[in-house]
Nanobody, 133 residues
């Protein structure tokens, strides 16, 4: 079965950097789409970035300058590099996965350049906490 396990969160000072990891198993990693989402206390879970099986990426517009999503197919691992951290980046970060046909269909139904949404993905990790002070 599909398993997603995030790691790499922690407490950092504003201006610092973190690299989050998501170790995956139970599906053909290189053929699925994956994404990062985050949820701050009292707020809805929001999309941060997605990457498809061709390596194409999409980011939330307000985050694209500081966040980088990437994969290591040999390790079946998804990454999120976050630079110039701000207190407002404090949240639980989740990785998500699903077959690209499903993800593309859902995103494309909202038009080109749509921001990733929770409903675009069917499989989720348990989250890793990031606190910026």
């Amino acid at each position: 079965h599909v398993q997603l396990v995030e790691s790499g969160g922690g407490s950092v000072q504003a201006g610092g950097s973190l690299r989050l990891s998501c170790a995956t198993s139970g599906y053909t990693f290189s053929t699925w789409c994956m994404g990062w989402f985050r949820q701050a206390p009292g707020k809805e879970r929001e999309g941060v970035a997605v990457i498809d099986s061709d390596g194409d990426t999409a980011y939330a517009e307000s985050l694209k300058d500081r966040f980088t999503i990437s994969v290591d197919n040999a390790k079946n691992t998804l990454y999120l590099q976050i630079n110039s951290l701000k207190p407002e980046d404090s949240a639980t970060y989740y990785c998500a996965a699903d077959a690209c046909a499903a993800v593309h269909g859902r995103m494309n139904s909202r038009g080109a350049g749509s921001t990733p949404k929770v409903t675009d993905f069917g499989y989720w990790g348990q989250g890793t906490q990031v606190t910026v002070s």
